[in-house]
């Protein structure tokens, strides 16, 4: 019979450590999520323990980890507002919890992406229905710099013809 | 017979021998990975959210612009199926391991012919799934892209202009698609050169693995190749990369195919032949060693050696002695030992059939 962890009273203490906090001993037992939430973090302490530290290493970005984080950083962990997933959670599962996820957690992605993927900007199938849209889209980005280059150069009639482009693409965008 | 009809039934098109090149590659496959916006996915939507999406699949079947392929086809809930059932469909490559043993609320629907399945709830909410016999990686592609297309007329995918097609698991992030061939390389191992090429095809964004076997073990010399990377390149792209190295793999089978022919062709004869007459008499037959024995059989027709014996036996075999297939046609639960008898029996039927 395992022991259940004290501080959720539901799943079984996994974790089982001795702290010495100014030569004061302390025994404590605790579940992984627990320990997780308290920031009882340590050096060492949560390599390779679990099956799904095992995978997120093996899927190389166990970028948690390896930063050590403390109780502050923790606390400003990112959480998916739809579907509740923390960073931290993601980075253990490797598993996204929905598609908003990838918007929370966008400024985070471009390195795991580009360490699977070797890239990180989608270049294949679009949706039929966005596709107008995020032609217009591309389209006006390759305009703006064109029109950035004829301004440089000064040469001002293209200048003025790509603006007017540029504008007609932005009305259609907002009708 | 009663194999005979068994036969018939648990034959799906992929296990038939056609198809370009087909004396290497086995088959081909293509699956995309597709999500329903605003619906958490599988791993944490609730039991309501899964049915909604199984709901949404029902409506978009029910459809006037459905495809031909598609008419007719019925979903399946996983549920409604026993464990051997799905370790059935599991063996005959027809739905995932993941959407068999894991997945809650999962449900597939296959085309007539089998060579389309379309897996809901499993790690994404869509899997497409197209598997065509022989070396036809475009015309799965072709087929899988036709049914999105048609998906996406009646459901709104999860889409973002950087990251592509949204999914649970980074890795097939972007496309969402899985491009892979089921190879048999005999030569290529006989003469130990494997090893020289696998390190390579890993190199250019590849994998290779056994797909009978654990490990770096590759029963029957069996193993599939497909694309990592599903971001920053086109569907096209990764198809035709994935298709380039193929046809190089499939040249050097061939060439040392042709090589062992020349320079042992007794040692192959009978090599090939004494795995014909084991496979053709034994009794009790493990599935290492059956997978083995077909493999050395399939070469042997493949460079006419046997005659007299079709080639899609070891595509059909190596199906059909996986323990859940055994079991089906024994109609009951059968031990390793048991397994083993009814493997050798089994064989023997299906190579007896074609000297009748």
Redesign the interface.
């Known amino acids: 019979m395992s022991l259940l962890c004290p501080e959720c009273g539901k799943r079984p203490a996994t974790l089982h450590y001795t702290k010495i906090v100014n030569g004061e001993k302390t025994e404590a037992h605790l579940c992984e999520v627990c320990a997780q939430e308290k920031g009882e973090y340590m050096p060492g302490f949560d390599n390779g323990f679990s099956f799904h530290n095992l995978l997120s290493g093996l ?1 190389n ?1 166990d970028m948690v980890s390896s930063e050590s984080p403390n109780i502050a950083q923790q606390k400003t962990m990112p959480r998916c507002a ?4 923390t960073y931290n959670q993601f980075s253990k ?7 908003d996820c ?2 929370t957690f ?1 400024d985070r ?1 471009d390195p ?2 580009r360490r ?15 596709k107008g849209e ?1 032609k217009i ?1 591309r389209d006006l980005e390759k305009l703006r710099e064109q029109l950035a280059r004829s301004v440089e150069s000064e040469e001002f009639e293209e200048a003025a013809q790509l603006r007017d482009q540029i504008r007609s693409l932005q009305e259609q965008l907002s009708e | 017979m009663s194999l005979n009809h068994f036969l018939e039934n648990a034959m799906s098109e992929w296990m038939r021998v056609k198809g370009a090149d087909s004396d290497v590659i086995f088959s081909s496959r293509v699956r995309i990975a597709r ?1 329903l ?5 599988p ?2 939507s609730t039991a309501s959210q899964s049915e909604e999406v199984i709901h949404l699949i029902e409506e978009a079947l029910t459809k006037d612009d459905i495809p031909e392929i598609l008419e007719n086809a019925e979903l399946i809930q996983m549920a409604d199926l026993t464990d051997l059932q799905k370790r059935v469909l599991v063996e005959k490559h027809l739905i995932s391991p993941h959407l068999a043993e894991e997945s809650t609320s999962g449900a597939v629907l296959f085309s007539q012919d089998e060579s389309v399945s379309i897996m809901v709830n499993e ?1 994404d909410h869509i899997r497409i799934q197209c598997l065509f016999p022989g070396f036809q990686l475009e015309k799965a592609w072709k087929l899988a ?1 036709q049914i ?2 048609w998906l ?2 009646h459901v ?16 097939n ?3 969402g ?1 899985r491009a892979s061939v089921m190879i048999h390389l005999p030569a290529l191992a006989l003469t130990q050169q494997l090893n020289r090429f696998i390190p390579a095809i890993t190199q250019v ?1 590849l994998a290779v693995r056994g797909i009978y076997g654990e490990g770096s073990e590759a029963l029957g010399n069996l193993y599939q190749v497909s694309n990592q ?7 096209e ?2 198809i035709n990369k994935l298709q380039g190295v193929v046809r190089q793999m499939i040249d050097h089978e061939k060439q040392a195919r042709e090589r062992l022919l020349g320079m042992s062709p007794i040692q192959l004869e009978d090599r090939v032949t004494r795995s014909f007459g084991i496979l053709a008499h034994a009794r009790i037959i493990d599935s290492k060693e059956a997978m083995k024995r077909l493999s050395d059989v399939r070469l042997g027709i493949d460079l006419d050696l046997l005659t007299g014996v079709p080639s899609s036996v070891m595509n059909e075999l190596m199906v059909l002695i996986q323990p859940g297939f055994l079991q089906q046609y024994a109609g009951e639960k059968l031990g390793a030992e048991e397994r083993d008898i009814r493997r050798a029996e089994l064989i023997r039927e299906r190579l007896g059939m074609e000297r009748d």
Not at chain 1, 82 to 85: A, F, H, Q, R, S
Not at chain 1, 116 to 130: D, F, L
Not at chain 2, 229 to 235: C, W
């Open positions: 899927l970005f739809t579907c509740g997933l599962i490797g598993r996204f919890g929905c598609s990838f918007e966008r992605l795991l992406l699977i993927h070797g890239s990180t900007a989608h270049q294949g199938k679009i949706p039929e229905r966005t995020l889209r | 999500n916006a605003h619906i958490p996915f791993m944490l790690e892209s999105d297309d996406e007329k709104s995918f999860a889409f973002d202009e950087q990251c592509g097609y949204l999914t649970s698991c980074p890795t992030v972007g496309t698609i964004g990377v599903t971001l920053g390149q086109s569907e792209e990764i």
